[in-house]
């Protein structure tokens, strides 16, 4: 199936190149000016070029377009998709020619029914579950960050082949019930990378989950059900009685990996506190004693992201907040009185198989005078 490209009036040269690079107005110089260049030199000297096939099956509902964008020796290279996939069932895919090399890509994929009123906008950045190798995103890639290294997948033409896709299976339980309507994402984990989105699914009524993926490193990270449909600012966890996540650890992917139970019950929201705010500083947090517990503060906003303020795990029960944050991803030394932050709890433990998780809380607002 071809993919589809947007083009402008192209010469007859470019024209023999079109399936893969599209043409059309100035090039950028550099290295996608060269590439496109030598695209079309391959193409008038009959030089062979390569047909790669792009395919992409995604493991929920609600999918309404797929895009590739990438690094493919153009002018627009990741400013501009690269293709458009088509739909034939679940599975969006297409075919291009390129010349012989490698290219780092993503596919842009929007549509999602678990993101409730924003199923229809709700976007997200893919790498390819089909491919074995990645590569550090350039700086042009729209995922690029100067503090962690993102991965896009690298493809390489003409093609070697393609693998075969691994399957990991699961269950998601809430105490002695099945866990229905759970969000189980995949991500990609290699040494030195960040982790980054693959695929997902929802648990069925029977909370089961079953993904698959070519070899690699990776991590799950179970999600509630309201997880993209619901702000965390709209969640009410002494209600819910439910974690917020939990995060698996990396493991290997090379034959079939049964994931042992992962239940997301989260009885602890009673004996937390303070819950409201405005508080003094120092602020002791009190939390359910005995497990290994981490105290985090959050940023600001109705949406939590990573913490601005780990404390040290203790089994004791509290951990206390003096009003300075120390991760990374802080945008403040230390709070501002009067705006809102979020804390909650992280709980570290193994499973039965001995793979590392870690169980996060929802959260409470919080507020300080000082």
């Not at 002695?176 to 309507?181: C, D, I, K, L, T």
């Not at 993926?213 to 702000?231: C, D, K, N, V, W």
């Not at 819950?275 to 939590?304: C, H, M, R, W």
């Amino acid at each position: 199936m071809r993919t589809s490209f947007a083009l402008r009036s192209c010469s007859v040269a470019c024209a023999l190149a079109v399936s893969a690079l599209g043409c059309g107005g100035d090039h950028a110089a550099g290295t996608a000016d060269a590439g496109v260049d030598a695209a079309v030199d391959a193409a008038i000297d009959g030089s062979s070029l390569a047909a790669v096939t792009f395919t992409f099956t995604p493991s929920w509902t609600g999918v309404s377009s797929v895009q590739v964008i990438g690094g493919f020796g153009q002018a627009s290279d990741w400013t501009a998709p690269f293709a458009t996939l088509t739909a034939q069932g679940s599975t969006f895919s297409g075919t291009a020619m390129l010349p012989p090399g490698q290219y780092p890509y993503l596919f842009k994929v929007v549509g999602d029914d678990a993101a409730g009123t924003k199923a229809g906008t709700f976007s997200r950045y893919a790498l390819d579950a089909n491919q074995m190798n990645t590569v550090a995103c350039p700086s042009g890639a729209p995922t690029y960050s100067t503090t962690v290294m993102n991965p896009c997948s690298q493809l390489t033409a003409p093609s070697t082949g393609t693998p075969t896709l691994v399957h990991v299976t699961g269950k998601v339980v809430v105490g002695a019930n099945p866990g229905a309507s759970y969000l189980v994402v995949l991500e990609r984990e290699e040494t030195g990378s960040h982790h980054f989105f693959v695929d997902r699914m929802t648990t069925g009524a029977d909370g089961t989950f079953d993904l698959a993926a070519a070899p690699g490193m990776y991590r799950l990270q179970i999600q509630h059900p309201q997880f993209e449909s619901m702000t965390d600012g709209q969640l009410t966890p002494a209600s819910l009685n439910i974690a917020r996540r939990s995060i698996s650890g990396a493991f290997a992917l090379t034959t079939a990996v049964a994931i042992a139970d992962v239940d997301m019950a989260f009885a602890g929201y009673a004996g937390m506190s303070p819950t409201t705010g405005p508080q003094t500083l120092p602020t002791t947090f009190a939390f359910s004693s005995g497990p290994k517990t981490v105290l985090d503060v959050y940023g600001t906003g109705n949406e939590i992201g990573d913490p601005w303020f780990a404390a040290t795990s203790t089994t004791t029960g509290s951990a206390q907040f003096t009003g300075t944050f120390n991760t990374m991803q802080a945008t403040q030394t230390t709070e501002v009185a009067g705006d809102k932050y979020w804390w909650g709890v992280e709980l570290p433990h193994t499973d039965a198989n001995h793979l590392a998780w870690t169980t996060q809380s929802m959260v409470f607002a919080m507020t300080w005078t000082n």
